[in-house]
């Protein structure tokens, strides 16, 4: 980021820590859960869960802001919807895998939110998103930097 900002990609906007903390640990929800779903899912199913986030933010911002969607788009994530709701019945390890298919909703459902706070954020400190980017990566590599002990094996 920070040869970004050198570069004059973008212009720093000073945002204080605790305006970009909660963002910050919302992205390493969506880091941290996309991973473990990667780890216990199949990567077929880790696909299907990433192209639900589409459906998902649509569906959310229906439900918290009243934004309705185009028929057109609607049309188009119906088909996006079946072909997750066809995928995600015939694999049979998931069936299986009740504990892969909470793990994959999870880092759906946090990804949209994230996607969605990211939006908010970035209108309320008016700020770009690179510039949003900037502000909180420190924090969040901190965060998963804390993190990778707990979550991963070390291999020590």
Same mark, same amino acid.
């Given at each position: 980021?920070?040869?970004?900002?050198?570069?004059?990609?973008?212009?720093?906007?000073?945002?204080?820590?605790?305006?970009?903390?909660?963002?910050?640990?919302?992205?390493?929800?969506?880091?941290?859960?996309?991973?473990?779903?990667?780890?216990?899912?199949?990567?077929?199913?880790?696909?299907?869960?990433?192209?639900?986030?589409?459906?998902?933010?649509?569906?959310?911002?229906?439900?918290?802001?009243?934004?309705?969607?185009?028929? /057109?788009? *609607?049309?188009?994530? =119906?088909?996006?919807?079946? $072909?997750? +709701?066809?995928?995600? !019945? %015939?694999?049979? /390890?998931? *069936?299986?895998?009740? =504990?892969?298919?909470?793990? $994959?909703? +999870?880092?759906?459902? !946090? %990804?949209a939110l994230y996607q969605i706070w990211?939006?908010?954020?970035?209108?309320?400190?008016? +700020?770009?998103?690179?510039?949003?980017?900037?502000?909180?990566?420190?924090?969040?590599?901190?965060?998963?930097?804390?993190?990778?002990?707990?979550?991963?094996?070390?291999?020590?």
């Amino acid at each position: 980021m920070r040869l970004f900002l050198m570069a004059g990609m973008f212009l720093h906007k000073p945002l204080g820590p605790l305006q970009v903390f909660p963002l910050a640990a919302a992205y390493v929800g969506y880091i941290v859960l996309c991973n473990l779903s990667l780890n216990v899912n199949t990567v077929g199913f880790y696909q299907v869960m990433k192209i639900a986030v589409a459906p998902t933010v649509m569906l959310l911002e229906l439900i918290f802001f009243r934004m309705v969607p185009r028929a /057109k788009v *609607v049309a188009s994530v =119906f088909v996006v919807c079946l $072909g997750i +709701a066809i995928a995600t !019945v %015939t694999d049979s /390890k998931l *069936v299986s895998n009740m =504990f892969g298919l909470a793990v $994959g909703a +999870a880092a759906t459902l !946090v %990804t949209a939110l994230y996607q969605i706070w990211a939006g908010s954020k970035q209108k309320e400190l008016q +700020a770009s998103s690179m510039q949003l980017l900037h502000a909180y990566t420190p924090q969040s590599a901190l965060m998963l930097l804390l993190l990778i002990p707990v979550m991963e094996p070390m291999g020590w």
